[in-house]
């Protein structure tokens, strides 16, 4: 079975700083991955994907993520955060031979700080 | 286009009674999830529905809990004498491919 490990519960960063929120995976096959935001009463949205090709993915609103198989990490950046940015974050996997369930990570809070 | 709907947005209801949980996909998506999101946690998995047959019910935390879905459509997820610690955000999802697109939930409280 896949697990996912969020590394920080929460990451409290000052607005135009820099970020990353970790995210490491387990899974004996190859899988697809994604983080997703959850800004504050909301629903979960795309925030972006890995399925194949280029391990550098570019998502909405200025973050992008990186999937390294040897390391089976797949950490979510930002060069410049912005008060909007504050959100709770999830990373997922999926199968990429049953792609009807997701793992979730539990969560990784960022609050960006004026 | 429409997204992922689900009703009620909210529902307080006591202790023993049973509940009906709505989630509307968006057209077209063959595969419909159930979430449990309890307060400050992850996203815990209930079930997951291809077309109208379950293949993977390993989440249902209990035989309370039960859903159905009619063709590609609607879904319904039904708890049965509810406990206070089924409290939590129910969340759906619908998918083509993978990508999962989220309704806004509903938030169950049970006194």
């Known amino acids: 079975a896949q697990s996912v490990t969020q590394l920080d519960s929460q990451v409290p960063v000052f607005e135009e700083a820099p970020v990353e929120l970790r995210c490491n995976y387990s899974?004996?096959?190859?899988?697809?991955l994604f983080w997703y935001v959850q800004y504050p009463n909301q629903g979960l949205q795309l925030l972006l994907k890995?399925?194949?090709?280029?391990?550098l993915v570019k998502g909405i609103n200025g973050f992008e993520a990186e999937f390294n198989k040897s390391q089976t990490s797949f950490h979510l950046r930002k060069p410049s955060v912005h008060i909007s940015d504050t959100a709770e974050y999830f990373c997922?996997?999926?199968?990429?031979?049953?792609?009807?369930?997701?793992?979730f990570g539990d969560g990784t809070t960022l609050t960006v700080k004026p | 286009g429409a997204g992922v709907s689900q009703s009620p947005s909210n529902k307080v209801t006591e202790k023993g009674k049973d509940v009906e949980l709505r989630c509307d996909p968006i057209?077209?998506?063959?595969?419909l999830y159930w979430y449990r999101q309890r307060l400050g946690q992850g996203l815990e998995f209930l079930i997951y529905f291809q077309g109208n047959s379950a293949p993977d019910k390993s989440g249902l935390p209990s035989d309370r809990f039960s859903a159905e879905r009619t063709g590609e459509s609607v879904s319904t997820l039904t708890i049965q004498r509810t406990q206070q610690e089924d409290s939590a955000v129910y969340l759906c999802?619908?998918?083509?491919?993978?990508?999962?697109?989220f309704g806004p939930g509903t938030r169950l409280t049970v006194t």
């Open positions: 997922a996997v999926t199968l990429i031979t049953n792609a009807g369930k997701s793992t």
């Open positions: 999802a619908s998918s083509l491919f993978a990508e999962q697109y």
């Open positions: 057209s077209g998506h063959t595969a």
């Open positions: 899974s004996s096959v190859s899988v697809y």
């Open positions: 890995y399925l194949s090709g280029s391990t």
